[in-house]
């Protein structure tokens, strides 16, 4: 294979590398920026995503109520708390725990809060976890909520891609990187230590130690409502899916007998609560791909041998669970059928699980948003594509709910509707979408239409109210598309599993004949249709670019996967291996190089013309999880063979290519204006 002109481009921190991204980001954001439109779009943007009559989402901390907090005073971030009582009110009384954007100020540094370790049950002790930019790898920092401040000489772990739970007041379980040998292929800890009060890193017990060719290893820490230690659960991840549990014992590591393609999602009435992603045999019972059961850990601490396990829930057709919480003494399961859900609660009694169902809005997607374990009290999110976001708070053991919170509309939708359709793939599966449009459309084919996927990773695009595209797309005219693309969860693990590996191209011909569906129904045009997605989408959107550059005219590339031949050797992507394949295995090899945009690119068709729209790549020096390398290689690719393309990438922001709501905005006004130049203009 030819060597890679563009490998200088990998040098994250490279001065060639960044001088070629400054020049990129001066040309593209001279001309997207000098729009008309793009202020105003911004404008907008920040207007709804820093709104004060926002929900305010809380999580039960302590006995009461927190919340993480951005505005246009903060667009860092303040970490704040309140009673129930006052939460119910239209004006909650906040107490600000934590303000991230003074933090920064005072330390120099650009921290992006990434959430907080409780030490349950009272949670008074938090760990805080803060990235400098946005990256993956952060530090971990002790924190004392009463007294609003980190704790003098209290834990701090230094930088890294690293996890801990708190086993007490005075101990850690911490992977981390404890120095070389420690962290996997994927740069992800491999070696679980105790980490006592006062104790110097390198000083820490080792308990657990997995393999340099794992994804990771974490420990959770199993407690009863009252806060009391039942057990520690290790769960090694050998890959992105597949992981061994282990139950820590005074005679060591013990295995617990579940399939590697399992999960565990919630520990509650002593019981171990996990998913399945696969077909299981056990004791002459078959347990469906997709169900819930449970293992008893009393009988797994007194023989494994002689665990029996009890279902809880088996999916139906076109069924998959997309959330599970647990307060109390309860279950509390989000099933969604056709990717329109549904909330049942789970009790166990008599050695079994009863179960009933818990009312709310039909056809809309539910979230659960926080549960507690010291009642029987969960807040859960209810939206739809044009049905603004409405918080319940559900007394799980009486079956009720009653809303507490709205959020106002955030763009016209009087004259909007949404409609489920169904495109038929290559191989003849049904591949369902869901379709925001004007109520009033014409069925011309000149309709300027955005078209959303992601299709990996077992991850539903469930629908949910699109503010954003809403109002600066939807509400002058456009039509915004999301398909449910093999690869994703919206049916269950198999569902994903249809489109892994060598059979990903399934995920590309689904989305291809959403694409032509719509084409087909002249709800718009290959002139009139535009992409968008990121991350895995992001190589989705390369995968159309390169396969069938004639359908669209725009292609949005959000923190892309390009090079599917080296996605292994940078940073996390050897984690991904079960899901792409291997690029060292030369079947494997074989498929991925006949997919990968970056070695599919061609200079232009047999007559000589460009075939390609112009797309627009964004991402971001600060993403340590999809390596930055992969746009700008594919964007200089492209240079080089004098083809058009746009480039942004912010010098912070991670994966989510924004670090605060300021860059937020920025980042999805330049998206849409690209977008209007090329589909409305």
């Known amino acids: 294979m030819a060597e890679d002109p563009f490998l200088w481009l990998e040098e994250v921190d490279g001065e060639a590398a960044l001088g070629w991204v400054k020049d990129q980001n001066a040309r593209s954001l001279g001309e997207i920026e000098a729009d008309p439109r793009y202020a105003g779009l911004r404008d907008a943007v920040l207007a709804i995503i820093t709104a004060e009559d926002r929900i305010a989402y809380p ?48 330390e120099g540094k650009n921290w992006v809060y990434q959430g907080r370790a409780s030490l349950e049950p009272e949670e008074r002790l938090a760990l805080i976890r803060l990235s400098d930019g946005g990256k993956d790898a952060a530090v971990l920092r002790e924190f004392e909520l009463e007294a609003g401040e980190f704790v003098e000489g209290g834990f701090s772990l230094p930088e890294g891609k690293q996890n801990a739970s708190w086993v007490d007041e005075d101990t850690l379980i911490v992977g981390r990187d404890w120095g070389p040998g420690t962290m996997t292929d994927s740069g992800y800890p491999f070696v679980l230590k105790r980490l006592k009060r006062g104790m110097a890193l390198d000083a ?10 794992d994804v990771s290893v974490r420990a959770s820490v199993l407690r009863d409502p009252d806060g009391t230690v039942q057990g520690i659960v290790v769960d090694r991840a050998v890959d992105f899916f597949t992981s061994e549990r282990f139950l820590l014992t005074d005679a060591g590591p013990v295995t617990l007998p579940l ?70 003494s309860r279950l509390v399961v989000v099933i969604y059928r056709n990717v329109r859900g549904r909330v049942e609660t789970y009790r166990h009694e008599n050695g079994g699980w009863s179960s009933a169902p818990l009312p709310l809005v039909d056809n809309a997607s539910i979230q659960v948003v926080a549960a507690s374990d010291r009642d029987e009290q969960a807040f859960l999110d209810v939206a739809g594509y044009t049905l603004p976001n409405t918080l319940y708070l559900a007394d799980v053991a009486a079956g009720k709910a009653e809303r507490v919170k709205s959020q106002p509309p955030r763009f016209d939708a009087s004259r909007a509707e949404v409609e489920q359709l169904e495109a038929t793939s290559s191989d003849g599966t049904a591949i369902p979408y869901f379709v925001v449009r004007p109520r009033d459309m014409k069925r011309d084919g000149n309709n300027p239409t955005v078209l959303y996927g992601y299709g990996g990773f077992e991850v539903s695009m469930t629908p949910g109210y699109v503010a954003a595209a809403g109002k600066l797309w939807v509400e002058p005219g456009g039509v915004y598309v999301v398909a449910n ?18 059979n990903r191209q399934r995920a590309y011909d689904d989305f291809i004949a959403v694409a032509e569906d719509l084409i087909r129904r002249k709800i718009t045009s290959p002139r009139r249709l535009g992409i968008m997605g990121g991350s895995n989408g992001g190589l989705l959107m390369g995968v159309m670019l390169t396969q069938r550059p004639e359908l669209f005219r725009a292609v949005v590339i959000q923190v892309p996967l390009l090079d599917m031949l080296r996605f292994h050797k940078l940073l996390a992507g050897a984690s991904w291996i079960a899901e792409y394949g291997d690029p060292d295995n030369p079947e494997e090899a074989e498929f991925l190089r006949r997919i990968s945009p970056y070695q599919n690119l061609r200079a232009h068709s047999e007559d000589g013309r460009t075939i390609y729209p112009e797309p627009f790549f964004l991402t971001s020096s600060k993403d340590d999880r999809v390596h930055p390398g992969h746009a700008r290689k594919m964007a200089a690719k492209m240079a080089a063979m004098n083809l058009p393309f746009l480039y942004y990438e ?19 006004a330049l998206e849409f204006t690209y977008l209007m130049r090329k589909l409305m203009d």
């Open 650 to 668: 912010n010098i912070d922001g991670g994966h989510a290519a924004a670090a605060n709501l300021n860059e937020r905005a920025r980042r999805t």
């Open 259 to 328: 399939p590697g393609r399992s999960g565990l999602v919630a520990y509650v009435s002593g019981q171990l609560v996990f998913g399945l992603r696969e077909k299981w045999e056990h004791g002459g019972t078959t347990y469906p791909t997709g169900a819930l059961v449970s293992l008893d850990l009393a009988q797994c601490h007194a023989d494994m041998n002689a665990v029996t396990p009890v279902l809880i829930y088996a999916p139906g057709s076109r069924e998959t669970v997309e959330g599970v919480a647990s307060t109390r």
């Open 59 to 106: 999580a039960f901390v302590g006995g009461r109520l927190a919340n993480f907090w951005q505005d246009r005073d903060h667009v860092r971030g303040i970490w704040r708390r309140t009673s129930l009582a006052s939460y119910r009110t239209a004006e909650p009384d906040w107490q600000t725990v934590l303000d991230i954007d003074a933090l920064a100020a005072r």
């Open 485 to 502: 693309i093999r690869g994703g969860g919206e049916f269950g693990p198999e569902w994903h599993q249809a489109a892994l590996k060598g």
């Open 204 to 213: 820490a017990e080792e308990i657990f130690r997995g393999t340099p060719q």
